[in-house]
């Protein structure tokens, strides 16, 4: 029996097609979007399954277990999720928006050890100020990473310290923006045969300049605030 072929690896996902989006999915109302109703939320997650697990054929690597922290800042306008933006240099992910994290190790304690040494390490976000309230599924990355992602309430203020080498730029989007389907953007990739489905949540903000500039968040972290969508819907 043949083994599976990796999947296609996506080199540019902004010059891939838009198939559709998903408005006639409702938002999560706003009333579910404060810190109380977040935390009550996690504290009786009920019965619920991930919509999206990741990707079943990867390129051929052992798997590796990996946190990642979702952050949730309270703004004066509301929730907001912290982001980062990795150098182009990188070997796993190059230029894309993620969440701060990464592989686990031996001296890690659990999930959440890892999602905060690392966000500490990449960011500068000290421990104390965030407030974990709940995980979510692990997802499995094209790469073999099994991630968890520790979902966090972020409280300011507080200074961030960037790891230049590993994160270009760190920023903040609406949680309303990302939680509203109708910005969640459906996408195939077919390469030699093979065909891949992700989906992206283009955000788009105004500089001091007065320019706009667009922040394409797709594949895991895309997938994963999906599942979150999933997750605070039900």
């Given at each position: 029996m043949n083994a599976p072929q990796p999947r296609p690896r996506i080199v540019d996902p902004t010059?891939?097609?838009?198939?559709g989006t998903d408005a006639h999915l409702p938002p999560?109302?706003?009333?579910?979007?404060?810190?109380?109703?977040?935390?009550?939320r996690f504290a009786a997650p009920?019965?619920?399954?991930?919509?999206?697990?990741?990707d079943d054929r990867a390129f051929e690597r052992e798997p590796a277990a990996a946190s990642v922290l979702v952050p949730l800042v309270q703004r004066d306008d509301g929730m907001h999720v912290l982001l980062t933006q990795r150098t182009d240099h990188l070997h796993d992910h190059a230029g894309q928006i993620s969440f701060p994290g990464g592989r686990r190790e031996p001296h890690d304690a659990d999930d959440v050890a890892?999602?905060?040494?690392?966000?500490?390490?990449?960011?500068?976000?000290?421990r104390r100020h965030v407030e974990v309230i709940?995980?979510?599924p692990p997802y499995t990355t094209v790469t073999r990473f099994v991630v968890t992602p520790v979902i966090a309430l972020v409280h300011p203020p507080f200074d961030l310290a960037l790891d230049e080498f590993e994160v270009a730029e760190?920023?903040?989007?609406?949680?309303?923006?990302l939680m509203t389907p109708a910005h969640h953007q459906r996408h195939v990739f077919e390469f030699g045969?093979?065909?891949?489905?992700?989906l992206s949540m283009p955000w788009r903000r105004r500089g001091d300049g007065g320019s706009e500039r667009e922040y394409f968040?797709?594949?895991?972290?895309?997938?994963?605030l999906r599942n979150l969508y999933h997750f605070l819907a039900r």
């Open positions: 010059a891939i097609a838009v198939q999560v109302a706003a009333g579910e979007l404060t810190p109380e109703a977040l935390r009550r009920n019965d619920w399954r991930a919509e999206i697990h990741g890892t999602a905060l040494r690392e966000t500490e390490e990449e960011i500068g976000l000290a709940g995980r979510l760190a920023f903040e989007v609406p949680l309303s923006f045969g093979a065909s891949r489905q992700f968040i797709w594949g895991a972290t895309a997938a994963m």
